[in-house]
């Protein structure tokens, strides 16, 4: 049986990363990185393409091995996990993809039942094979992103803000304690991406997640994030919460003040 987690130093925190160093032969992709994240708290990594962002997001997950440093995820010292540990890990780890990872050709309800899938021994074909009340859990997932009454509909007749929303639903099916999102508004237009961010912010807050997210735009993660972290060239070069910080601030992360260096939002709101 795997280790149970152990709470990490205070009740609260839930990534505790220290001196976290990742090479890929000569590249140094992410360079001395120590980061805590407490509940409930949503965290936006922004930087320039190649700083280190989503190599720093898989090593919380086991996804790429770190070189050196401690990385501890609800108790998990992921930098020296066994295979059955970051198996036991992944279920508490929900991960949302760019390209929302979905199954095309079955319906969006099939879909977040599979996110339940570590619950059970063994696999499904098919949302009547699942138990009743998983089935009435995966509703209520599609339910709350808004999507009810497409639960039937194949996954790939749906849009590409709607098929981001039930991936949300399927790593909610998940119960994970900590979501990881790598770029989720990266294939989305201006509005969805809003949607998006909001429903994310929302879950944070009333599931009391915890959620690290990748961005490209300034304006949405000073418009959502409880906090933003700055990467340039793998090193940590912001760590500021974003009451009271300014987008220029934000801007010297990527070395200039230029607002058409990165994707503007026109729908970013401002919502705490
Ligand atoms: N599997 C890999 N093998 C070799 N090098 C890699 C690998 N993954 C990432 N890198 C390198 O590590 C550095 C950081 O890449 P990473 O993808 O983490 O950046 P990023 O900030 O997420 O970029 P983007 O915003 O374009 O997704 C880059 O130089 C990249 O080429």
Not at 18 to 44: C, I, M, P, Q
Not at 86 to 95: C, D
Not at 155 to 163: E, M, P
């Amino acid at each position: 049986m795997p280790a149970q987690p152990q709470p990490v130093a205070g009740d609260d925190l839930v990534v505790h990363v220290n001196g976290l160093t990742k090479r890929f032969g000569n590249t140094l992709a992410v360079d001395d990185v120590s980061l805590d994240v407490h509940r409930s708290e949503l965290v936006v990594l922004l930087g320039l393409s190649g700083s280190g962002k989503s190599t720093l997001l898989r090593c919380l997950n086991g996804l790429h091995a770190s070189t050196s440093g401690v990385v501890d995820v609800v108790g998990h010292r992921v930098d020296r996990a066994s295979r059955s540990e970051l198996r036991a890990l992944r279920r508490e780890v929900g991960f949302v993809f760019q390209h929302f990872n979905l199954v095309g050709r079955i319906s969006c309800l099939e879909n977040v039942l599979l996110g339940g899938l570590g619950r059970l021994k063994c696999a499904r074909y098919g949302a009547l094979t699942y138990p009743k009340r998983m089935r009435a859990e995966a509703l209520e997932h599609l339910d709350r992103v808004g999507l009810a009454d497409l639960a039937h509909r194949r996954a790939d007749t749906l849009s590409g803000g709607q098929q981001q929303r039930v991936a949300i639903a399927r790593t909610l099916m998940q119960r994970p304690t900590v979501l990881l999102a790598d770029e989720p508004v990266a294939s989305l237009d201006p509005e969805n991406a809003g949607v998006v961010m909001d429903l994310l912010f929302q879950v944070c807050v009333e599931e009391k997640l915890t959620i690290l997210c990748t961005l490209h735009q300034v304006d949405l993660a000073l418009g959502w994030a409880h906090r933003i972290v700055g990467l340039r060239s793998g090193q940590k070069v912001l760590d500021r919460s974003t009451i009271g910080l300014t987008r220029d601030e934000v801007m010297e992360v990527y070395q200039r003040v230029d607002p058409d260096l990165t994707t503007p939002s026109t729908t970013a709101v401002r919502r705490r």
